[in-house]
């Protein structure tokens, strides 16, 4: 069974922070994503990673940034976190260079930002 | 960039009736669309997708239609359960790497 890990289920980070939300994959998958989701905007792509060092941005890059040192480890970071950045984020991780290829899911951080 | 609207926000059927979800999307090179399924507190997970070579795909009680014409395609639910209540969410696939994602329905179903 594939597993995604993620550093937190919750987080609450005061204004001005820096936050680091790590994920970890254990099947040697080479792609990996964060998104954030909130009500009503459903899965909104952040940032995605299909080699290890390699980044690429997603739809809502801005005051995130992202972290593939190794292959199974996927790190986002909020440089200055802002209350607008409240929100659930999910990391993803899927195997191969092409695209049909599942998903797999972390169970999410919760973070509050106050 | 692909962007995929998905309707409707929210649906609430009878248990035993059909529910249909409907998505569209824009970039033509779109190839992939998948499904996701999210419980409640839970992460989401795939239930079934279709590749753009095909245009009806079924399993057991859900299935998938394409139609790369219209750049549309549905989730097709029949004799639901109180178990499928759930958020699902469609996805299309610009390029090889990435996926964009809808609003997500919130299905209700009531038993």
């Known amino acids: 069974d594939v597993k995604v890990t993620q550093s937190s289920r919750y987080l609450v980070k005061r204004t001005g922070e820096k936050v680091f939300l790590e994920c970890v994959q254990d099947?040697?998958?080479?792609?990996m994503f964060w998104y954030r989701q909130d009500p009503g905007l459903g899965l909104r792509l952040i940032y995605f990673?299909?080699?290890?060092?390699?980044?690429e941005k997603g739809d809502i890059p801005e005051g995130y940034s992202v972290s593939r040192e190794k292959k199974e480890r996927f790190s986002l970071i909020l440089e200055s976190a802002s209350t607008n950045q409240t929100s659930m984020y999910l990391c993803?991780?899927?195997?191969?260079?092409?695209?049909?290829?599942?998903?797999?899911f972390g169970p999410g951080t919760r973070l509050t930002v106050t | 960039g692909e962007n995929v609207e998905q309707h409707p926000s929210t649906l609430s059927v009878q248990e035993g009736d059909s529910a249909v979800i409907k998505c569209t999307y824009s970039?033509?090179?779109?190839?992939?669309f998948p499904w996701y399924k999210q419980e409640l507190g839970k992460r989401p997970q795939l239930i079934i997708d279709?590749?753009?070579?095909?245009g009806e795909k079924k399993d057991q009680r859900i299935a998938v239609t394409l139609n790369k014409t219209a750049k549309h395609f549905s989730l097709h639910i029949t004799e639901t359960q109180p178990e499928d209540s759930a958020v699902y969410f469609c996805?299309?696939?610009?390029?090889?790497?990435?996926?964009?994602f809808g609003a997500g329905t919130r299905l209700t179903v009531k038993p």
């Open positions: 993803a991780s899927s195997q191969g260079s092409g695209s049909f290829y599942e998903q797999y």
């Open positions: 099947m040697d998958h080479e792609n």
């Open positions: 990673s299909y080699d290890v060092k390699m980044k």
């Open positions: 970039d033509s090179a779109s190839n992939y």
């Open positions: 279709i590749r753009s070579n095909v």
């Open positions: 996805a299309a696939t610009p390029n090889n790497n990435d996926m964009r």
